[in-house]
């Protein structure tokens, strides 16, 4: 079994639609979650982090971890064709900084 | 703040030939990494260092890669010679003591022909 799993897409929604992002993980020992988006050709951007368990919010990004279940989402509101990209989450735990990463979803938001 | 620096950018090679990376992380922070993603993969990491000491090099393919970090800050990694399959991005990251989350450059795009 895979530490991280994360479904690949591809995901395609029009402009306008909340978008639902996910990842499963089976190492309960993970305590800060992590989602990069990568668009093609560029370096993965870190677009935020959680620690432990709840709910961020940036802006049009909220992200949740569920630990009982280990389950962390991402969703995207008002969703726009520049989100369009590749979603990847990743996970560490502490102290060793090791991380490990889903296989990420590919988006498309059509106009 | 300024991000994660690597070159070059893109790199074209035939194979058998070498290849170098340069890496340099953003300020202050002591860990660096190197990961290889694979189109359609995420990033798998090659090398993690600590300042310049080597912390796991346990997936590095150490009978062509090397990696150095002289002086605890820039990085070098070096692959000699190249195969078919080393066609990747070469993605070098670097973390703060304690806060994991990983800030990643821009990457280099290989492609070994």
């Known amino acids: 079994q895979k530490e991280v799993e994360q479904d690949p897409g591809p995901l395609s929604v029009p402009e306008g639609a909340i978008v639902s992002l996910n990842c499963t993980y089976s190492n309960s020992a993970f305590q800060y979650f992590m989602w990069y988006r990568q668009y093609s050709r560029k370096g993965p951007e870190l677009l935020m982090y959680t620690y432990s368990s709840g709910n961020k919010e940036d802006g049009r990004f909220t992200a949740q971890v569920d630990k009982s279940s280990k389950y962390i989402s991402l969703f995207i509101r008002d969703s726009q064709p520049s989100d369009s990209a590749t979603y990847l989450c990743a996970m560490s735990t502490p102290p060793g900084n090791q991380f490990y990463f889903g296989t990420g979803t590919s988006l498309t938001v059509i106009p | 703040e300024a991000g994660v620096a690597q070159s070059p950018r893109y790199k074209i090679i035939e194979k058998r030939q070498s290849v170098a990376f340069w890496c340099n992380p953003i300020?202050?922070?002591?860990?660096l990494y190197w990961y290889q993603q694979i189109l359609g993969q995420g990033p798998k990491l090659l090398i993690q260092?600590?300042?310049?000491?080597?912390?796991?090099d346990s997936q590095l393919p150490k009978d062509r890669f090397s990696a150095e970090r002289l002086k605890g800050v820039d990085s070098t990694l070096k692959i000699q010679p190249a195969k078919l399959e080393d066609s990747a991005v070469y993605l070098c990251a670097s973390s703060l003591d304690g806060l994991p989350v990983l800030f990643f450059g821009p990457g280099t795009r290989l492609t070994v022909l």
């Open positions: 300020s202050g922070h002591a860990t």
């Open positions: 260092f600590q300042n310049n000491g080597v912390v796991d």
